[in-house]
């Protein structure tokens, strides 16, 4: 199993790399920049030129890209060349912003998508299972912006509970920062959910058409007991790999609903880079998103291996 | 407690120990405001008189620099020019008194108030405009103000005769000298502070510098010791909320007081609906253009180019582009409200387009390619508007839409037809930045001597009518010859607070130290 994990593990770190080449050419082919963007659409091309050799823009895309990797490869992100900071700290703490964000989001949003999705496959077809699914399909569908215009509607303009865009600085202490995350992690739990709840009702009607749930049936158990203590588990399983497809998602796919509620994270942070053509920056936070997706999977995989003695015992 | 502050800053007469103290004061004091900034604004308003504005950065590395190519929005609050304009677009006394020129037009001689100081303490004196200037036009600072500045002033060309008198030698006489020194570039920072004024933003102004975190928010307190008096908010802040939709829930919500980008016509339409905002909206000198390349043909032959601006109905384009919250322009670049303005009606006339097309060679119409972006906002709604206008006078326009990350590198000024927008300037500028052959900015490529002449001789003339004479003959010739179809002014839009007052929507005109919050 070691071994496994050792392979999983290289190969992840072979696919960072090939990440971060493709998004260092990506970045090179858009047209403009870190000068031209800075400088903006009225500069001098003298102040462009001398911005260029003060960035080392001047320099061949392969240098570039080999002075970025051995920085990487110490530990030193390098610098912004849009905010003239180091990127550790720009990137660091709207990360913690956006782990917050999706924490909260995960934490309201999968514990409610598996109930829902078990009490929609449990009891197939009844009316709550039509609502439910209904319901999931209306989510999935609805794109982020709407989902978190409607939330803002209801609870700031009308409720007025919780302020409608965050206005507090990036560094701001949690306890700041806290009000404001609400609306954006509910418009995310909202978004994720429907996936989730439609995997665990087909995997739990799945189960429950199973051989060893009609035995158990025969044996006399309650029906609430086969559903929780024999369908459920078995049908997680497929479920768990969903679940961290969504939860990758939450942390890479956040931009929309950063942008929407003015959220201080990861989101707004690579929207900003691109913008300005920040290569070390689009880098830093590509990378992140990536290494995150790979990490989560990961996780996943072990789960469940962790929870399949089939694919434990199994020899690669 | 930090209410309690800054009413003890009030009360007392400040010396510049206290100035000291209470600066340190707020600046502890600043993360307890924000922390419930969104909840209780209207309990804090009693106490603190603060003013929250919301602005979209446009680079993350903003400077309080004025002259630098990514200044703040906060210039006007932190620093005071020489001359600022009036309502009229006018040069009126702001740092300097009076000033007046030689006989030749070319030697300028100012004023200075005495008496004023800066936010550290130090006294304004004749040596802080000489190092303003000089610093404006030092390649390394990479001012926008030094291409305006550099056609009349090179450096070391302004000298301090006296603490209270400044002397401008000027490369070639310029009647209207002092507009050139309503730039914003030319807010005055104290000698010797280039290295450090990107972060201290130490000027005369209204307001200073308490806490300043580049691309994110901007928080400026009131100067007790302001030249004008003191002014009547305590604090403001600038938040960058860079979404628009994010703006305006952010100002519904009451999280903010003011907007201070341009509304589009769906939030203009949101904020007007409640009770407690509203809408100011103001005729404003930018304007939108389709552009031809006078030295691509078709559009080399000046009556192909005429044509091309013939087909524009006025009144229905505003409707239709900016739904009537415009004003026409007649294709002529200099402001409604600038006294120069040469006063012109355009109407469509399709059949005089046609006429002049077949003269020009083109019997059967033409067929061109107009390209576009939705980099800004009305750029694209013009361009397919006027492609359905161009049709009748047998003009085919071939929609180009480019994306906006590529539009102003690949596109505009490369192809022969192209639009494009440009924010207000006053006449001698406009004319001379935009239409003047050899200017950079010069996006037609459209040279024409005669209007060159006229610009120089209008800058000669001392006399004012006769000023007026020379620039409004290069209007005329403008409007006929150039490469530039200039349909409409735009009116600017601004959402905000109705407790806020003082602020005009004339933005260039606020009074700083009048705003208030009711």
């Known amino acids: 199993v070691l071994k496994l994990v050792w392979r999983r593990i290289l190969l992840s770190l072979l696919t960072l790399f090939l990440v971060s080449i493709i998004v260092f050419a990506a970045t090179e082919v858009l047209p403009g920049d870190v000068a031209t963007a800075v400088l903006g659409r009225e500069a001098t091309p003298e102040a462009v030129e001398s911005l260029r050799q003060e960035l080392g823009l001047d320099e061949p895309a392969v240098e570039r890209y080999r002075e970025w990797l051995q920085g990487l490869l110490t530990g030193d992100l390098g610098q912004s060349l849009s905010r003239d900071e180091p990127i550790a700290d720009l990137v660091g703490v709207r990360l913690r912003n956006t782990l917050i964000l999706a924490t909260v989001a995960a934490l309201i949003g999968i514990p409610v998508a598996l109930a829902l999705g078990i009490v929609a496959g449990a009891r197939r077809d009844s009316i709550l299972d039509v609502l439910v699914s209904i319901v999931a399909l209306v989510t999935m569908s609805l794109p982020e912006f709407v989902v978190g215009t409607i939330l803002i509607l209801v609870f700031s303009l009308w409720l007025g509970i919780v302020p409608a865009v965050t206005t507090v600085d990036p560094d701001a202490s949690i306890s700041a920062l806290m009000p404001n995350v609400w609306l954006p992690a509910l418009t995310l739990a909202i978004v994720m959910i429907g996936w989730i709840v439609r995997m665990m009702r087909t995997c739990l009607i799945e189960s429950l058409d199973s051989d060893y749930v009609r035995m158990a049936t025969l044996r006399g158990l309650s029906r609430r007991r086969i559903v929780l203590a024999h369908a459920v588990p078995n049908a997680l399983l497929p479920t768990i790999s969903v679940i961290a497809l969504t939860v990758a998602w939450l942390i890479g796919g956040v931009v929309i609903v950063e942008a929407v509620f003015n959220y201080p994270g990861i989101g707004t942070l690579t929207v900003e880079a691109v913008h300005n053509r920040d290569l070390p920056l689009v880098q830093a936070v590509t990378l992140i998103g990536a290494a995150t997706f790979i990490l989560v999977n990961l996780i996943a995989d072990l789960l469940m291996l962790a929870a399949n003695p089939r694919l434990r015992t199994m020899r690669t | ?518």
């Open chain 2, 1 to 518: 407690m930090a209410d309690e502050q800054d009413r003890w800053i009030g009360d007392k007469p400040m010396t510049r120990k206290t100035a000291i103290k209470s600066a340190g004061a707020a600046a502890l004091a600043l993360p307890l405001l924000s922390t419930p900034a969104w909840s209780a604004p209207s309990t804090r308003a009693a106490t603190i008189k603060t003013l929250r504005i919301a602005y979209a950065q446009s680079t993350p590395s903003e400077s309080l620099d004025p002259a630098s190519p990514n200044r703040v929005n906060a210039l006007f609050l932190l620093y005071n020019r020489l001359v600022r304009p009036d309502a009229r677009g006018l040069p009126t006394p702001d740092l300097a008194v009076s000033w007046s020129a030689n006989a030749g037009g070319d030697v300028w001689t100012f004023k200075l108030r005495s008496g004023v100081r800066f936010h550290d303490g130090k006294q304004f004196t004749a040596r802080d405009v000489v190092y303003t200037v000089d610093h404006v036009l030092d390649p390394a600072t990479r001012s926008p103000g030094a291409a305006v500045l550099s056609t009349v002033l090179d450096r070391g060309a302004v000298t301090a005769v006296n603490p209270t008198t400044v002397r401008f030698r000027l490369k070639q006489p310029h009647a209207d000298f002092p507009l050139l020194m309503m730039h914003f570039a030319t807010s005055i920072i104290p000698e010797g502070s280039a290295a450090t004024i990107g972060t201290t933003g130490i000027g005369t102004g209204p307001f200073r510098e308490a806490e300043f975190v580049a691309g994110t928010r901007n928080t400026l307190q009131r100067f007790d010791r302001y030249w004008e008096g003191r002014p009547l908010l305590d604090r403001v802040i600038y938040i960058d909320i860079g979404d628009a939709q994010a703006r305006t829930n952010a100002l519904v919500a009451n999280q903010v007081d003011l907007l201070i980008d341009n509304l589009d016509f769906a939030a203009a339409r949101t904020i007007s609906a409640r009770s407690n905002l509203k809408v100011l909206e103001a005729p404003s000198g930018r304007w939108t253009t389709i552009c031809m390349s006078a030295n691509r043909p078709p559009f080399t032959d000046q009556r192909v180019r005429e044509a091309m601006k013939l087909v524009i109905d006025p009144r229905q384009v505003i409707q239709a582009v900016l739904q009537g919250k415009g004003s026409p322009a007649g294709d002529n670049p200099v402001p409604l409200t600038d006294p120069y303005r040469q006063a012109i009606t355009r109407v469509r006339n399709t059949s005089r387009a046609r006429d002049l097309l077949r003269q020009a060679g083109h019997p059967n119409g033409i067929e061109v390619d107009l390209y576009t972006s939705s980099s800004e906002a009305t750029m694209v709604s013009l361009a397919v508007v006027y492609a359905e206008l161009a049709k009748d006078a047998g003009i085919k326009v071939n929609l180009k839409e480019i994306s906006p990350d590529s539009y102003w590198n690949d596109n505009w000024r490369k192809e022969a037809l192209f639009t494009g927008w440009w924010g207000e300037r006053a006449a001698d500028q406009v004319l001379n930045e935009i239409f003047r052959c050899g200017s950079r900015n010069n996006e037609s490529q459209w040279c024409n001597r005669q209007y060159g002449w006229a610009l120089d001789r209008a800058r000669t003339q001392l006399k004012l009518p006769a000023r007026v004479d020379q620039y409004r003959k290069a209007q005329r010739l403008l409007v006929r010859n150039s490469g530039h179809i200039i349909p409409f002014f735009v009116n600017s839009q601004r959402g905000m607070s109705k407790r806020v007052t003082g602020y005009t929507a004339r933005t260039d005109i606020v009074r700083w130290h009048r705003v208030g919050l009711t």
